[in-house]
């Protein structure tokens, strides 16, 4: 009863606070005059009113499904990101030169006019810290940091040329996932479920994952909505604990009273859109509605128990714990109930040599090994199931790592370590209509530099909306005066790894 009477207090308080609201912007000259100049310059403008994006967005049903532009290759997306940024040069891209100037002086051609976050002064080249071989048919360069991986290496697509403007980790995790290294734009997984909708409107059409212990630096805002409604955010779930936080209904709140109490608040909040016909006022009822679902079909679809045991020891799980093999398998489940885009963010991967944990030889071996097996299981369980076909898989960093040794401010780190490096990393592709076998780009024979096939954010941006359907060109957003788009006024797509 205590809890009901809660209830019941704060619908009327809200119910006031409604009510209060519309009398000022009725009575209040200045308040409505200020509405009507915003309306006027557009400065604030809400919604997409530009006929060019041929998305058509309802409002009241945000997430029904929506067809595409054309007929994509892929209808979901499972983003493997590796915070920290990855070292290519021990994982695909082979450079027995470097391995000849391993400990020797830096050349100053590398050095001079660039900048580097740590790097000061003159630093000792580093060689590769793993073993290669040519693996399949296609004759890719993996290392034996990734065993598991290797007898996939016929299934993907390796961009080996890609580069960014970025070498912090925040803005360049932003740029790769929203097109900009700025705050405030939305996420690629929100953009996809904006054009897409979701196919199971009891889930979420965007899903992220997190493990390593911490989320990426740039933070919830890499999977935030940004000018796009919030209804697109990115809903980050957990593979210990609840899935979502709050899910469970409170002491002595059972279903029909939480469903009632939702009926309640969404009635209010239908009143304020009669009144304002702010959209976003729809969206906040869908999400409740939303969250009243989730509360059913997420604890179902979020638990990895009922997986069949060769299907465990397959990806390598741990259930009851927060893992990268737990998170693999659930995005694999979450794509198969119909959820657009799943994100999954690792971290720990900084190799800096400050540390073991953060060195190349110890720190970064440790890493590959809590992803290999997952991530190669995924590719093998999505293609046995007949779902590699339809959905994307990329796996990537931020940035790259430097052929060089970080000595940082000068001093020579502890272990061995490269610092962040923007003109060269590697970044790859699987199932979604990807080449199987395809590689395409180059570095220098020292992995410093793209030489040929260079590729951006903006290029893999523009690739994953057209396995999806989208043109990216035309895949935009009216929001303050201007249609705006994921890649903003850049971007290819990378035709070369396209089926």
């Given at each position: 009863?205590?809890?009901?009477?809660?209830?019941?207090?704060?619908?009327?308080?809200?119910?006031?606070?409604?009510?209060?609201?519309?009398?000022?912007?009725?009575?209040a000259s200045f308040g409505f005059g200020g509405l009507a100049l915003a309306n006027l310059l557009g400065g604030c403008s809400i919604g997409n009113s530009n006929p060019s994006s041929n998305i058509l967005f309802d409002p009241?049903?945000?997430?029904?499904?929506?067809?595409?532009?054309?007929?994509?290759?892929?209808?979901?997306?499972?983003?493997?990101?590796?915070?920290?940024?990855?070292?290519?040069?021990?994982?695909?891209?082979y450079k027995p030169e470097l391995m000849k100037m391993d400990g020797q002086d830096c050349p100053q051609s590398l050095l001079e006019g660039k900048k580097f976050a740590f790097i000061r002064g003159v630093p000792k080249m580093?060689?590769?810290?793993?073993?290669f071989k040519q693996r399949g048919q296609s004759g890719a360069w993996v290392s034996d940091f990734l065993p598991h991986f290797a007898g996939i290496a016929d299934e993907v697509s390796f961009l080996k040329a890609v580069t960014t403007d970025q070498f912090n980790h925040a803005p360049a995790q932003l740029l790769m996932h929203t097109g900009s290294a700025r705050l405030g734009r939305p996420s690629m997984g929100s953009w996809v479920t904006y054009g897409l909708g979701t196919e199971n409107q009891n889930l979420p059409g965007y899903v992220v994952l997190t493990?390593?212990?911490?989320?990426?630096?740039?933070?919830?805002?890499?999977?935030?909505n940004g000018f796009l409604?919030?209804?697109?955010?990115?809903?980050?779930?957990?593979?210990?604990?609840?899935?979502?936080?709050?899910?469970?209904?409170?002491?002595?709140?059972?279903?029909?009273?939480?469903?009632?109490?939702?009926?309640?608040?969404?009635?209010i909040n239908q009143q304020q859109y009669q009144e304002f016909k702010d959209p976003e006022t729809l969206s906040r009822i869908a999400q409740y509605e939303m969250a009243y679902k989730m509360q059913i079909s997420v604890p179902g679809v979020m638990n990895i128990n009922d997986e069949p045991q060769?299907?465990?020891?397959?990806?390598?799980?741990?259930?009851?714990?927060?893992?990268?093999?737990?998170?693999?398998?659930?995005?694999?489940?979450?794509?198969?109930?119909?959820?657009?885009?799943?994100?999954?963010?690792?971290?720990?991967?900084?190799?800096?040599?400050?540390?073991?944990?953060?060195?190349?030889?110890?720190?970064?071996?440790?890493?590959?090994?809590?992803?290999?097996?997952?991530?190669?299981?995924?590719?093998?369980?999505?293609?046995q199931r007949g779902l590699l076909?339809?959905?994307?898989?990329?796996?990537?960093?931020?940035?790259?790592?430097?052929?060089?040794?970080?000595?940082?401010?000068?001093?020579?780190?502890?272990?061995?370590?490269?610092?962040?490096?923007?003109?060269?990393?590697?970044?790859?592709?699987?199932?979604?209509g990807i080449k199987k076998g395809g590689s395409f780009g180059e570095t220098d024979e020292i992995g410093y530099s793209a030489i040929n096939g260079k590729t951006n954010a903006f290029d893999i941006q523009a690739t994953i909306l057209n396995q999806l359907g989208f043109n990216h060109e035309k895949f935009t957003y009216q929001f303050q005066g201007r249609p705006f788009r994921l890649t903003d006024v850049s971007g290819r797509v990378i035709t070369e790894i396209v089926g």
């Open positions: 009863m205590k809890n009901n009477s809660k209830i019941f207090k704060e619908s009327q308080e809200e119910v006031n606070r409604f009510y209060t609201r519309r009398h000022f912007l009725r009575e009241a049903n945000p997430l029904l499904p929506k067809m595409p532009l054309f007929a994509g290759k892929a209808k979901a997306v499972i983003y493997l990101h590796m915070a920290g940024a990855p070292s290519q040069l021990e994982l695909f891209d580093l060689g590769p810290q793993a073993t493990s390593g212990g911490k989320n990426p630096d740039s933070g919830k805002s890499v999977w935030g409604p919030s209804v697109y955010q990115g809903v980050q779930c957990r593979s210990e604990g609840d899935p979502v936080l709050f899910i469970k209904d409170p002491d002595g709140i059972d279903r029909d009273l939480r469903k009632a109490s939702i009926n309640t608040i969404n009635e060769y299907i465990q020891e397959m990806y390598g799980t741990k259930p009851g714990k927060e893992c990268f093999a737990n998170n693999v398998l659930l995005a694999r489940k979450l794509v198969e109930k119909g959820v657009r885009f799943v994100q999954l963010f690792d971290w720990g991967w900084d190799a800096h040599g400050t540390d073991p944990d953060l060195s190349i030889d110890i720190g970064h071996t440790n890493k590959c090994r809590s992803v290999d097996k997952a991530m190669t299981a995924l590719i093998l369980d999505l293609k076909d339809e959905v994307l898989v990329v796996w990537g960093g931020e940035f790259g790592r430097t052929p060089m040794q970080e000595n940082r401010e000068g001093k020579t780190m502890p272990f061995k370590g490269r610092d962040h490096h923007t003109e060269a990393f590697t970044i790859w592709m699987a199932g979604g």
